[in-house]
C-alpha cells in the first residue's frame, strides 16, 4: 500500500508539474536542473527528476558514486549520512572520520535507507540546511541507480516526444581508485549501454578531478570507442574538492592554473567545456553599477568551450548583492556574462526567463 501511495503521489506531482511547465524552447542557451528541481524536492529523489523533467529544462544532472558491489547510485555525496538515515539503521558502519560512505554499503542496503532533504546535526537533531526547502524525513523518498533514472528520463522523452539530456558527474574518482574502484569505467559502459557515444548524443560528463577527465579524454573513450561531451568543473584548491594520493597521503589538487591566461586553452586539449563557480565569472565585490565580469567566459568562447556556472539558488540569502532578483541573476550571466547554460536548484525560473527574453 505504502509503494501504490508513492507512485501515486509522483503522479500527482508530475500532472501539476506537466500542466505549469511544459511549454518547450529552442533557445541557445540551457538550462540544467542541478540535482533535480532541488528547490522543491530532496535532491536526487526520483520525484525530484520527474519535476524537474516536467519543468521543460534542457538536461538534468546525477551525481554517481559507487556501491560496495559496483553498482552506481545517484548521490551528491560518496558519503550517506547527509541525505539519509544510514546513522540509526547501520550505527556501527562508520569509519573512523564518522562518515558513512556508499562504497561501504551494498546498493540493496542503500535502497533501505529512508533518503530526505539534506540536513546537518545539532545537538543530536536533524536541521535541514534549506529550512524553507522541502521538510525533512516528509514522505517517502530512497536512492536509485543511475540506469534507473536514465530509463526514467529515456522513457519520458519517449511519451513526451521530447530529447531531454543527462548531464552526469563522477564524483571524486580518486577516491573510488584509491578503493580500488574504476567508476569513470563503470559510468561510461552506462553512457555506451543507452547509446550516449558520440558528442551529438544529449549527454555531458563531468568531473572536477583534471588527471581523471585527462585520462577519459585520452584512453578511456578510445577503449570504449566513445567520443562524448567533456566538462572541466572548476573548484578552489581549499575545497579539497579533488585529492592526490603521494605515498599514500592524500593532498589536495592545485587548481590555480585554470585561472592564468592560458588556462582554458590547456583544458580544451582535454574537454568540450567547463563549469565554473559563479564568483568566478562575476566576482562577488560587483555591484549593480558595476559588474565585474572576469575574462573567463571569453577565454573559455575563444578555445571553443562551452561555459556552465553553478549554482543557482533562489533562497534567502542566496542572491548576490548586485542583483536585486533571481531574475536579475539569471540575467547577469545569460546576457551580461553570456554563459551557456546554468545548473540551478529553481529550474523553472530559468526556463520561465528564457522564454521571456527569446
Known amino acids: 500500500m505504502k509503494f501504490i501511495k508513492k507512485l501515486t503521489s509522483l503522479a500527482l506531482i508530475g500532472a501539476l508539474s506537466l500542466s505549469l ?28 527528476k520527474s519535476m524537474a523533467y516536467a519543468m521543460g529544462v534542457d538536461y538534468i544532472e546525477q551525481d554517481v558514486v559507487m556501491t560496495k558491489d559496483d553498482q ?5 555525496d560518496h558519503y550517506l549520512d547527509r541525505v539519509t538515515n544510514v546513522a540509526s539503521i547501520f550505527p556501527d558502519r562508520k569509519r573512523e572520520d ?9 546498493l540493496d542496503e542503500i535502497k533501505s535507507l529512508e ?5 546537518v546535526v545539532e545537538d543530536g537533531k536533524t536541521v535541514a540546511n534549506y529550512k524553507k526547502r522541502f521538510p525533512i524525513w516528509q514522505s517517502d ?24 539530456g543527462i548531464y552526469v558527474e563522477i564524483k571524486a574518482p580518486w577516491f573510488h581508485r584509491h578503493e580500488n574502484k574504476d567508476i ?8 555506451k549501454k543507452y547509446g550516449y557515444t558520440t558528442k551529438d548524443s544529449k549527454a555531458y560528463l563531468q568531473c572536477f578531478d583534471p588527471n581523471e577527465l585527462i585520462r577519459i579524454n585520452d584512453e578511456l573513450l578510445k577503449e570504449y570507442d566513445m567520443d562524448v561531451k567533456l566538462v572541466q568543473l572548476m573548484a578552489e584548491t581549499s575545497w579539497n574538492e579533488t585529492m592526490v594520493y603521494e605515498n599514500d597521503e592524500a593532498k589536495p589538487y592545485d587548481y590555480d592554473w585554470m585561472f592564468k591566461e592560458d588556462g582554458m586553452d590547456k583544458v580544451a586539449n582535454y574537454a568540450d567545456g567547463v563549469g565554473p563557480w559563479k564568483p568566478m565569472i562575476i566576482k562577488d565585490d560587483s555591484t549593480k553599477d558595476n559588474l565585474i565580469i572576469t575574462n573567463l567566459v571569453k577565454d573559455a568562447h575563444k578555445n571553443k568551450l562551452e561555459v556552465h556556472p553553478y549554482t543557482f539558488r533562489n533562497d534567502e540569502g542566496r542572491i548576490p548583492t548586485y542583483c536585486d532578483d533571481f ?32
Open 21 to 48: 511547465f511544459s511549454v518547450s524552447f529552442a533557445n541557445e542557451k540551457i538550462v540544467i536542473a542541478h540535482r533535480g528541481a532541488s528547490g522543491y524536492l530532496p535532491e536526487h529523489s526520483m520525484a525530484c
Open 72 to 76: 552506481l547510485v545517484v548521490l551528491h
Open 98 to 106: 564518522g562518515r558513512y560512505y556508499a562504497i561501504d554499503f551494498t
Open 115 to 119: 533518503m530526505t532533504e539534506g540536513f
Open 141 to 164: 523518498f530512497k536512492a536509485h541507480t543511475l540506469e534507473e533514472e536514465i530509463e526514467m528520463i529515456q522513457g519520458l522523452n519517449k511519451s513526451m516526444n521530447k530529447n531531454v
Open 184 to 191: 569513470s569505467k563503470k559510468t561510461l559502459e552506462v553512457f
Open 327 to 358: 531574475n536579475g541573476l539569471l540575467d547577469a550571466f545569460y546576457n551580461k556574462a553570456d554563459v551557456d547554460g546554468v545548473f540551478t536548484d529553481y529550474p523553472d525560473l530559468a526556463v520561465k526567463f528564457l522564454n521571456q527574453n527569446k
